[in-house]
C-alpha cells in the first residue's frame, strides 16, 4: 500500500469532522506533520514495510474523530457540571410522574400501544423542554447576558421575617372564610352555574373542615416562631410535619372520593389540587436539602 | 505552553519545534502541540505564515507581539513559582533531617 495515499485518506477522514472553514488549513499541516513523523519512523525501523508503518502509525495518532477533536475549541456546556445529576434526576423524575399518572388507565383496559403512543411517549415533552431551557441558558450565559454574583440572603438564618407571618394571617383567613362559606356562595349563584360548583356533602362534612384545622395549626406555629423572633429545631420539625398532614390530607382529598358533584368540575379542581400536592412536595424536599447542607460541628470524643 | 512560546521567539514549524522540545528534554506528542499552536495563533499571541520554496509546504510560527509580551510574564511567574518551591523544599528537607 502506498503510505501517502494512507495518509490521505486519513487526513480526509479528520477533515470531515473538522469546520468547514478550517478544513483546508488544517489538513495541509496535519498531511505535512504525519508524512514528516512517517519519515522519521521509516528511517528507524526497516522491519515492517511502509504501508504498514503508516497504519501503525496513525492508529497511534487516534482516530479521525479525536484527532479533529483536538483541534476543535471546547464548546460551552449547555449543562454545567455541578448541575448534571439534578438535571439528570429531575428529567428521569418528570417522566415517571407523568407515567404513574397516565399508566393506571392501562390497567383499566386501555391497549399498551394506545397508551405508548399517546402519553407514554409523549411525556418525553418534559426532558426536551428541560434540554431546551438549559441550552437558552447557557447560551446566555456564554454571551454574557446573564451572569450570577451570590450575596448573603440573611446574615442571622435563624432569623423570623413577620411578613411571613402576615401572610399566613391571610392565607389562614381567605382559605377557611372560602371553606366555610362555600355553600353560601353556592346557593347564591343562579343555575345552571350553582350545579357545576355543588359541593359532596362528604368532603364538605369530613374532609373540608381539616384544612381550616391545618391552617390554624400552621398559623399557631408561626406565631410562637414570630414571638420567640427566630426558627428553633423543634418549630422547624413541627413545620415540617404540618407539610406531611397537607400531603397526606391532599392525597385524602384526591383519593377519598368526590369534591364536587358535577364529574368535570371535580376532575379540573383536583387537577389544580394535584399541582398543589406537587408543590408542597417539592418545597418539603427543598426544605429538608436546606436542612442537611448546613455546617454542623462533629460530637466531641467521648 | 512556556516551553513552546520560548522555542518560537524564531520561526519555527510544527515538526521542527517538535524536535526542539524534545532537544530540550520537553517532548510533547504531536497530536497536542498543532492544536496548541493554532489555538494559540487563534488568541492572537502566535503569527503564522506558509513557506512553500524549498520542499513541502510548511506552516512557520513565531511569536505576536501580544505573545512576547505573555512570554515575559509566564517567565516571571514561572521563576517566582520555582523560587517559592524550592524554598518550600528546602525548609521540608531541613525539617526533616
Not at chain 1, 411517549?121 to 447557557?138: T, V
Not at chain 1, 440572603?153 to 399566613?168: G, K, N, S, T, Y
Not at chain 1, 387537577?271 to 429538608?288: E, H, K, Q
Amino acid at each position: 500500500m502506498d503510505p501517502s495515499k494512507i495518509i490521505e485518506a486519513y487526513v480526509a477522514d479528520v477533515m470531515r469532522h473538522l469546520p468547514r472553514a478550517a478544513r483546508n488549513d488544517i489538513g495541509l499541516e496535519l498531511r505535512g506533520l504525519l508524512a514528516e513523523m512517517l519519515s522519521e519512523r521509516t528511517g528507524s525501523d526497516s522491519c515492517e514495510s511502509e504501508g504498514e508503518l503508516a497504519i501503525g502509525m496513525l492508529r497511534e495518532f487516534g482516530t479521525p474523530e479525536e484527532t479533529a477533536a483536538r483541534y476543535i475549541e471546547p464548546a460551552f456546556p449547555i449543562v454545567p457540571t455541578h448541575q448534571t445529576k439534578s438535571f439528570a434526576l429531575l428529567a428521569i423524575a418528570g417522566v415517571l410522574v407523568q407515567w404513574a399518572v397516565s399508566l393506571p388507565a392501562v390497567f383499566a383496559g386501555q391497549p399498551v400501544s394506545e397508551w405508548w403512543f399517546g402519553k407514554g411517549l409523549g411525556a418525553l415533552w418534559w426532558p426536551g423542554f428541560m434540554a431546551l431551557a438549559a441550552l437558552a441558558s447557557s447560551w446566555l450565559r456564554h454571551k454574557g447576558y446573564y451572569t450570577r454574583t451570590w450575596s448573603p440572603p440573611r446574615v442571622d438564618h435563624e432569623h423570623f421575617d413577620r411578613r411571613i407571618l402576615i401572610l399566613a394571617l391571610f392565607a389562614f383567613a381567605t382559605g377557611t372564610a372560602v371553606i366555610a362559606s362555600l355553600p353560601l356562595i353556592i346557593a347564591w349563584l343562579p343555575e345552571p352555574q350553582a350545579g357545576f360548583f355543588e359541593l359532596d356533602q362528604g368532603f364538605l362534612l369530613f374532609r373540608a373542615p381539616l384544612a381550616s384545622i391545618l391552617w390554624l395549626g400552621q398559623f399557631g406555629l408561626l406565631y410562637a416562631v414570630q414571638a420567640a423572633d427566630r426558627w428553633t429545631g423543634v418549630t422547624r420539625r413541627l413545620a415540617l410535619i404540618c407539610d406531611l398532614l397537607w400531603v397526606a390530607l391532599l392525597v385524602w382529598w384526591l383519593t377519598g372520593g368526590p369534591i364536587f358533584r358535577l364529574e368535570a368540575t371535580d376532575g379540573f379542581v383536583k387537577s389544580i389540587l394535584g399541582f398543589v400536592l406537587l408543590v408542597v412536595g417539592l418545597s418539603m424536599m427543598v426544605r429538608v436539602y436546606r436542612q442537611a447542607t448546613r455546617i454542623r460541628v462533629p460530637a466531641a470524643p467521648a | 505552553m512556556l516551553a513552546v512560546l520560548c522555542h518560537l521567539r524564531e520561526p519555527q514549524y510544527g515538526y521542527s519545534l517538535r524536535q526542539a522540545l524534545v532537544e530540550g528534554g520537553m517532548p510533547m506528542e504531536e497530536g497536542t502541540l498543532y492544536p496548541l499552536l493554532r489555538r494559540l495563533e487563534s488568541q492572537g499571541l502566535l503569527a503564522s505564515e506558509w513557506q512553500v520554496s524549498d520542499g513541502p509546504p510548511r506552516r512557520y510560527y513565531q511569536l505576536s507581539p501580544a505573545g512576547r509580551q505573555l512570554l515575559i510574564e509566564l517567565m516571571q511567574a514561572w521563576r517566582s513559582l520555582a523560587a517559592s518551591m524550592d524554598k518550600i523544599l528546602k525548609e521540608n528537607e531541613n525539617g526533616s533531617e
